[in-house]
């Protein structure tokens, strides 16, 4: 029988409500940098590569050829977050995206030449700073490309607006595009307001800096034996945006963490998770609360000796502010006395917490007994409780199998 874990976060309707863009829309310059965020030697020269790789791929999307490349590495979903590496599409020869066979199929469809973006974006680079051309950061360093709500806009004949993530803001004023003649799109200099209501109608790329993570294949499983087991199911965020849409730091979706850990057997504070696991949810899918699946354990043989376990949720970002969760945990030892151990785990993240709940082996034994037969139990779509720190935030507990 399947184990899911479906996580459902409720939170009030606000899709273009901006808590990181401040007292007013980033300021009306397109490829601004904001000396807030862009601080040290290396942020600026962080900046300066982003806006380089901006007005490179400016000036190179003119031909769509180009433009159906980048489209076409997106859509593998190697990376997570709709994303693909400049150093993937710099080194098509040897990178494993362009080895996929969902590349190699739209590439055949869409009349894609692998290495197109080479060859135009190296040219380019050239043009605009020689200097530069010898860099070999863009070749092998952390710049990327974002391309969301690209399911709904990619199959359009579209040159993306490019926007430079040097802000931290949900929304950005940049240059629309400029096509080439005599199919000219905008006049030069035009601008636009971006945000996630322009991203769901047109394609809009954002450069960015600092790496994107390989994409967790779902992988159901199955149960063995009479061991419980314990996976994640479903993830779904309704309405709501944990991360800003053009971020020098962290942008995109939501990079939900779900950390396990037991009680200590010596009584000894625990102070880490036993296991992690990630679920990305895209913009798209939280803007329009799709579910979206994870397929991957937390727990695959839970004793009887730990009655309880911990299962915390967060939302992970690469930020110095510090959440904790704590509480106490127990184990109980071959004599049958019961050990109780505290906890106190750290995590990065900007936003409240959004569960720190100690589920009972004995409840979740009860909810498969009582529900785990049920096409909805089945599907994911169990029943659903209020979050211990998040006050708007509702789930469904862990399902066990055997």
Not at 106 to 122: P, S
Not at 384 to 402: D, E, K
Request: hydrophobic share 35%; net charge negative; with cysteine.
């Amino acid at each position: 029988m399947v184990a899911y874990l479906l996580l459902v976060i409720l939170l009030p309707f606000s899709c273009n409500e901006s808590q990181f863009s401040g007292e007013e829309t980033i300021k009306k310059t397109p490829d601004f940098i904001d000396p807030a965020v862009v601080i040290t030697d290396d942020d600026k020269l962080k900046a300066e590569r982003i806006h380089t790789v901006t007005k490179v791929l400016r000036e190179i999307y003119r031909n769509r050829s180009v433009v159906e490349e980048v489209n076409a590495a997106v859509a593998t979903g190697y990376y997570v977050d709709e994303t693909i590496m400049l150093k993937d599409l710099l080194n098509p020869e040897t990178s494993p995206v362009y080895q996929m066979e969902s590349f190699k199929e739209r590439a055949r469809a869409r009349g894609v030449q692998a290495g197109l973006f080479k060859q135009y974006f190296e040219e380019a680079l050239g043009n605009q700073n020689a200097r530069q051309m010898n860099d070999d950061y863009f070749y092998n360093g952390d710049i990327y490309i974002y391309f969301p709500y690209h399911e709904q806009t990619s199959g359009y004949n579209q040159i993306p607006v490019v926007v430079p993530a040097t802000v931290e803001a949900d929304e950005a004023w940049a240059y629309q595009p400029y096509g080439p003649e005599p199919d000219i799109i905008n006049p030069p200099g035009h601008m636009t307001l971006v945000n996630d209501n322009y991203a769901e109608l047109y394609q809009t790329h954002v450069v960015g800096d600092g790496g994107v993570e390989i994409y967790p294949q779902a992988n159901q499983q199955n149960c063995q034996g009479n061991s419980l087991k314990v996976s994640a199911g479903y993830v779904k965020i309704y309405y709501h945006q944990y991360d800003p849409f053009v971020s020098f730091n962290d942008g995109g979706g939501a990079e939900i963490r779900i950390g396990l850990a037991r009680g200590s057997q010596n009584g000894s504070t625990v102070t880490s998770f036993e296991k992690q696991i990630q679920v990305y949810v895209r913009r798209r899918n939280a803007r329009n609360a799709i579910w979206t699946e994870a397929w991957e354990d937390l727990e695959t043989s839970w004793s009887t000796a730990y009655p309880r376990l911990l299962f915390a949720v967060y939302e992970k970002d690469p930020t110095h502010d510090i959440k904790t969760f704590t509480g106490t945990l127990e184990w109980i030892n071959l004599a049958g006395q019961t050990i109780t151990s505290n906890y106190s785990i750290n995590v990065r993240t900007r936003n409240t917490l959004i569960s720190n709940d100690r589920w009972l082996r004995s409840y979740l034994v009860s909810l498969q007994s009582q529900f785990g037969n049920t096409p909805e139990y089945i599907l994911g779509y169990g029943p659903s409780w209020t979050g211990s720190i998040h006050s708007v935030t509702r789930y469904s507990l862990p399902l066990s199998c055997y």
